[in-house]
C-alpha cells in the first residue's frame, strides 16, 4: 500500500507558518517528503520551508500578489493563520475569516483533483448552530467591503466574543465551501478545531478569555494543555489521502473536552 502520510511531490502551501501550529506542522510536512512547501506569514519563518512569501492575511492586495506567486498545482492548502480576541473586530474577521476565503477562492480553480484544503478553526467556534442562518447570510455576501460592513450593521453578534464568532463563521465556512470546491474543483476542504494550544498566541486567549477559564478548560482533560505538534499532526493528517472521505468536516482536537461538554460531564465549579 502506498504511504498515505506521504507529502513527497506535492505542492502544499501553508499561513501561519513562522511560530506556533503552522511552524509545527511546516517541520512534519518537510519530514513527510515535501520539498516544495510555500509558508505565507508576516514573519519570515526560520523553519525547513522551501519558499517564503510576505503575505498579511488581512490585506487583500497582499494575499491577491501572493497568489499571482503562488500560481496553479497547489495539492495542499492550510489556512493556518490567525489571531486572538485583542484586536479590532474587523481585523480578527479579516485574518481569521475573509483571508482565509480570497486565498482559497484564488487558489482553488488551479488546485489538481484530490487536493486538499485544511482549515484551522477553533472549539472557541462550537456556538456556530446558534447563529447559522445570520454566518450563511455573511458568506452569502462573497465580497470583501460588503463583508466589513455587514460586521458594522451586526456588531452585536461579533462585540460579545469576536474571536469565538470569528471560529463560527471558520466551522461554517468550511461545511459551505467544500460543497463548491469539490463539486467544481475536486478539492476536499476539511477544518481541524483544537482546544487551547500551547503556543505564543496563549498570552492573547489569556488577556480575552482569562488565565481561569483556560486553565479550567486543560484542567477538565487531565490538566496537559496541547502542543503545537499535537494540533499539527490533527492538520496534516487532514491534507493527505489518508482522510480522503471527509469533506466539509471540523474535526475536533481537543482531547475530548467538547465530548464531554455535550455529554454534560464537565465539572463547572472550578469556574465559580
Ligand atoms: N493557541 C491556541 O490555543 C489555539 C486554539 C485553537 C485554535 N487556534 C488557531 O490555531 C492557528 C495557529 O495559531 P497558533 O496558536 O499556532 O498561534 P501563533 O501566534 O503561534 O501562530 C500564528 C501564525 O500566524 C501568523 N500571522 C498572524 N497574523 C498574520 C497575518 N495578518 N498574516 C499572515 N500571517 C499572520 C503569525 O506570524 C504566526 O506565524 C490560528 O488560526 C489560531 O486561531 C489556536
Known amino acids: 500500500m502506498t504511504d498515505l502520510f506521504s507529502y513527497a511531490g ?3 502551501v501553508l ?8 511552524a509545527a506542522a511546516v517541520e512534519m510536512i518537510a519530514d513527510l517528503g515535501c520539498t516544495d512547501l510555500t509558508v505565507l506569514d508576516i514573519k519570515e519563518p526560520t523553519g525547513p520551508a522551501t519558499r517564503y512569501i510576505p503575505t498579511d492575511m488581512s490585506d487583500p492586495a497582499s494575499i491577491d500578489a501572493a497568489v499571482g506567486e503562488i500560481g496553479d498545482g497547489v495539492d495542499v492548502l492550510f489556512n493556518n493563520a490567525g489571531v486572538a480576541g485583542v484586536h479590532a473586530v474587523d481585523f480578527v474577521i ?16 488551479g488546485m489538481p483533483r484530490g487536493a486538499a484544503i485544511v482549515n484551522t478553526a477553533s472549539i472557541a467556534g462550537q456556538g456556530w448552530p446558534e447563529n447559522l442562518g445570520k454566518i ?9 467591503d460588503a463583508s466589513l460592513q455587514w460586521l458594522v450593521d451586526n456588531d452585536e453578534l461579533a462585540s460579545a466574543d469576536m474571536y469565538g464568532f ?11 465551501s467544500s460543497k463548491r470546491s469539490y463539486a467544481d474543483h475536486g478539492v476536499r476542504t476539511n477544518s481541524v478545531c483544537p482546544g487551547p494550544i500551547d503556543t505564543p498566541l496563549m498570552d492573547d486567549f489569556i488577556k480575552h478569555m482569562t488565565e481561569q477559564v483556560i486553565q479550567w478548560t486543560v484542567d477538565q482533560t487531565g490538566g496537559r494543555m496541547l502542543t503545537a505538534d499535537d494540533i499539527a499532526r490533527s492538520l496534516v493528517m487532514m491534507g493527505t489521502d489518508a482522510s480522503v472521505a471527509m469533506n466539509g468536516h471540523n474535526l475536533v482536537a481537543d482531547n475530548g473536552f467538547s465530548a464531554w461538554m455535550t455529554t454534560g460531564q464537565v465539572d463547572f465549579s472550578g469556574l465559580a
Open 136 to 144: 450563511l447570510e455573511l458568506i452569502g455576501l462573497d465580497d470583501w
Open 166 to 176: 470569528s471560529k463560527q463563521i471558520a466551522q461554517v465556512w468550511t461545511m459551505f
Open 10 to 12: 506535492k505542492k502544499v
Open 94 to 109: 479579516r485574518v481569521n475569516y475573509l483571508g482565509v476565503r480570497r486565498l482559497t477562492d484564488g487558489l482553488v480553480a
Open 15 to 22: 499561513t501561519g507558518g513562522t511560530t506556533g501550529v503552522g
